[in-house]
């Protein structure tokens, strides 16, 4: 039953990995006018202790098709200071969109100053840019609050880096603009927010073994929801303005977020902490935090991560009076539940997990994550049945892969 279920979707992945095959022949040769291909991609199965909810799109059978995935990178050096880069990516996932993950141009202009334009990932966090790549970190899933939540994966933009240091310490500014205007899924959500004058500025200093990250991003942000909007014109034309405003789907995001990591060659510690501020009403507060440590012994790799997130809407503000009339009653009763309904993914994890690198390009993973979501909210859950207490094991396996 779970083959025939699967199969086309495991299938589908293997063939990619087959027409890859000749690719990695090509990206052992010596480059042809500084033409370069590259690679990654990653086989990942899942299973969920309960048929009451879903997470990250893994229920109570084995899964191979939610987070599986091939990619193909091409890189043209075309001058000493130009060049371009794009990426492929094929989701085995059929509800995860595939195709053009990366286009842009980097121009760089000295040993300091690198500027890069096009369709880029949105350097929110210290994994942002290699998300999709499994072997590049020690989980097989980066902590959910922070790295799979509200916050959009990629702009289309400017990027400028300034780079200064020596051999103690080395230190970077990052700066950023654009706009992003597609769907992503969060839980069993689909939003398609439009954020423009989308910016941030990303510091970063290192010692030794030392890295500490602060960055600030802000985006002009429009959720709209048409049902939302339906009901917004009601209260306008009822004369109930302050409840409307309340609800508009437009307004600022703001995240500040921090991080602080240290590697040697026996062990490793690592923290990020993000605060999202979103004016729309439709677009949580958050506060999300991860700490992980792990013990290298080659080639295996020992990891535990603790993991938290709280999420957060303002009060409403409810100006519809309460026993004049039924059709005030029932707009009152109505502007409440629409608060009430706004998903909220507060969520604390543990993650045990253990890493085995064949060599420098294959590595596998298994990983064992307790989730406890807080009661009555959707903590990233795809909740199933109302009686789900938002408590679960996520027990996974992974082969990453990278050329």
Not at 350 to 362: E, K, M, Q, V
Not at 387 to 397: C, E, H, I, K, R
């Amino acid at each position: 039953m779970w083959l025939k279920k699967h199969l086309s979707s495991v299938a589908g992945l293997f063939c990619i990995i087959l027409m890859l095959s000749p690719i990695v022949s090509l990206a052992e040769m010596e480059p042809i006018s500084g033409f370069k291909v590259s690679g990654f991609g990653r086989i990942v199965g899942g299973y969920l202790d309960t048929s009451d909810a879903a997470y990250l799109d893994y229920s109570d059978e084995i899964q191979f098709d939610s987070q599986s995935l091939a990619a193909i990178q091409a890189d043209w050096q075309a001058t000493d200071k130009f060049s371009v880069t794009t990426q492929l990516l094929a989701h085995s996932n059929s509800d995860t969109k595939s195709g053009i993950e990366w286009l842009y141009l980097t121009y760089q202009l000295n040993d300091n100053w690198q500027i890069r334009a096009g369709k880029q990932r949105t350097p929110f966090f210290h994994y942002s840019d290699v998300r999709n790549v499994g072997f590049a970190y020690h989980w097989i899933n980066p902590p959910q609050q922070l790295y799979n939540g509200v916050l959009f994966p990629t702009y289309e933009g400017v990027n400028v880096n300034y780079r200064i240091g020596n051999e103690e310490i080395q230190a970077s500014i990052e700066a950023y603009w654009g706009s992003f205007n597609d769907e992503y899924e969060i839980a069993d959500l689909i939003i398609k927010p439009d954020v423009t004058n989308l910016h941030g500025f990303i510091g970063r200093i290192s010692r030794q073994n030392l890295q500490f990250t602060l960055a600030f991003h802000r985006g002009d942000i429009d959720v709209t929801l048409q049902e939302l909007e339906d009901f917004r014109t009601i209260l306008q034309s009822a004369g109930y303005s302050m409840s409307a405003d309340s609800l508009s789907p437009e307004g600022k995001v703001e995240v500040l977020t921090a991080g602080l990591s240290y590697h040697n060659f026996d062990y490793f510690v690592e923290a990020e902490v993000m605060k999202l501020v979103g004016e729309p009403s439709a677009f949580p507060d958050m506060l999300s935090a991860y700490l992980t440590t792990g013990i290298y012994s080659p080639p295996m790799t020992y990891h535990v991560t603790v993991a938290t997130s709280t999420a957060s809407y303002p009060d409403p503000i409810n100006e519809i009076p309460l026993g004049l009339a039924p059709e005030l009653d029932y707009l009152s009763t109505t502007y409440e539940s629409i608060f009430d309904q706004f998903y909220r993914d507060s969520l604390n994890s543990l993650a045990i997990g253990i890493r085995y690198d064949f060599n420098a390009h294959f590595a596998i993973k298994g990983d064992v994550s307790l989730l406890r979501g807080k009661d009555q909210e959707r903590a990233f859950f795809e909740v199933k049945n109302a009686n789900f207490d938002n408590s679960a094991t996520l027990y996974q396996v992974a082969l990453e892969w990278v050329f």
